[in-house]
C-alpha cells in the first residue's frame, strides 16, 4: 500500500455568502484520498459510516481505484454529519450543528493489507484514534497528522504523544500560536517541532502556507482567486496533494517537501471553487499540470544582474 488514509466519510450542510448545500459529500477522508489519488496509486481509506450512507457516494471512491475494505458500516446507526455557516470574509464560520453519530463508536482497524503502507495521512479526529492507527502499521516511511483547536484544548496529553510519533504536522496559523502558546509563528514553528514532528506545514488560508523543514522555511501563495465558493475541504484536500506528490515520488526530501507543498496548494485552490468534493472528480491532469505552473510563475522572479546599489549619493 502506497498511502493509507484515516478519517472521516461526512455528509455536510454548508452555507457561504455564494450558495447553499444539504446533505453534501464531506468528511476528511474523502478530500484527502480522491486529491492523492490525481498523483498516486495504491490509496486506501479506513473510516466508519452509517447504513444511510449511499453506495453511490462510496463509488466515487472506488471509480478512483480507491481500497475501501477498511470503511466499516455499522448497521443501524448514522453517518457524521456537520452543518457550519461561512462569513463573508470565508475565513471564519460558525458551526450550526455536529452528529457524530457511529463515530462516537469509531475503533479504527487497518486491514492486513495495508499495514505495510509507506505514507500514513492522518486527518482530524482524535489524537487516541491516530495513536491506535500508528499502533498498526508497520514502519511506514512517513506520518502525517492534522489536529485542531478542539483536541489541543481537549485532550493535550494525547496530542502531545501522538505528535511525539509523527513526521510531519498540518495545522492552521491560529492552532498553531494556540498549540506552542507563541504569537509569533517563527517561535510556534520552534517549539511545535520540538515536540516531534520535523515537518511543520502552517496553513495560513488566503495567505499561502509556510514550509519549516530542516534549517528552511519556504513560503507558498495562495491562488488569487475571484470567488471561493466553498472552503470546506480545502485543507485536507491540499494534505491529499502534498501527501500523493510524496509517494509518486517515493521520497521526502526538502526538494519533494516543497514540490508537494505547491501540489497541495493547487489542488486546494481547485476545491474551493465548487461545492462539496464536486471540483475533485473530473480534474485533467492538464488542467493540474497548469496550475502548478502557475503557481511557480506566480512567486517566480529573477535577480538583476547587476546588484542594486545605494540610490544616495
Known amino acids: 500500500m502506497s498511502i ?5 466519510l461526512a455528509y455536510d450542510s454548508i452555507e457561504t455568502p455564494f450558495g447553499k448545500a444539504e446533505n453534501a459529500l464531506g468528511g476528511s477522508a474523502n478530500y484527502i484520498a480522491l486529491a492523492a489519488s490525481y498523483l498516486s496509486q495504491n490509496i486506501g481509506v479506513v473510516s466508519i459510516i452509517g447504513d444511510d450512507y449511499e453506495e453511490s ?17 455499522r448497521e443501524g446507526g448514522k453517518t457524521f454529519r456537520w452543518s457550519g455557516r461561512y462569513h463573508h470574509d470565508l475565513n471564519t464560520r460558525d458551526t450550526l450543528d455536529t452528529q457524530l453519530n457511529v463515530l462516537l463508536e469509531f475503533d479504527p482497524k487497518v486491514p492486513a493489507q495495508m499495514n505495510d503502507v509507506r505514507f500514513v495521512c492522518l486527518g482530524n479526529l482524535d489524537p487516541a ?12 516511511l512517513f506520518t502525517i497528522c492534522d489536529t485542531m483547536n478542539f483536541w489541543i484544548e481537549s485532550t493535550p496529553e494525547k496530542l502531545r504523544e501522538a505528535l511525539g510519533r509523527v513526521d510531519c504536522l498540518i495545522i492552521n496559523d491560529s492552532e498553531a500560536r494556540e498549540l506552542a502558546d507563541d504569537p509569533s509563528l517563527i ?17 495560513k488560508g488566503e ?6 523543514v530542516e534549517d528552511e522555511v519556504f513560503s507558498a501563495p495562495a491562488w488569487p482567486l475571484e470567488e471561493v465558493f466553498d472552503p470546506t475541504g480545502a485543507g485536507d484536500t491540499f494534505a491529499g496533494g502534498f501527501v500523493g506528490y510524496l509517494a509518486k515520488h517515493g521520497e521526502v526530501t526538502p526538494k519533494t517537501l516543497r514540490s508537494a507543498v505547491v501540489y497541495g496548494s493547487a489542488l486546494a485552490s481547485f476545491c474551493v471553487e465548487e461545492f462539496s468534493v464536486k471540483a475533485l472528480l473530473n480534474l485533467s491532469q492538464e488542467q493540474i ?25
Do not use: C
Not at 187 to 203: D, E, H, S, V
Not at 207 to 212: E, T
Not at 301 to 311: K, T
Open 4 to 8: 493509507l488514509v484515516i478519517g472521516t
Open 57 to 73: 457516494d462510496l463509488q466515487l471512491l472506488h471509480d478512483r481505484n480507491i481500497d475501501t475494505t477498511g470503511v466499516e458500516k
Open 129 to 140: 484514534i491516530q495513536l491506535s492507527v500508528l499502533d498498526q502499521v508497520e514502519n511506514p
Open 187 to 203: 517561535r510556534a514553528a520552534r517549539k511545535i517541532r520540538a515536540m516531534g514532528p520535523q515537518t511543520l506545514i502552517i496553513k
Open 207 to 212: 495567505h499561502g502556507a509556510l514550509l519549516f
Open 289 to 313: 499540470t497548469e496550475r502548478v505552473q502557475a503557481f511557480r510563475n506566480l512567486s517566480h522572479f529573477e535577480l538583476d544582474e547587476e546588484p542594486v546599489r545605494n540610490a544616495i549619493a
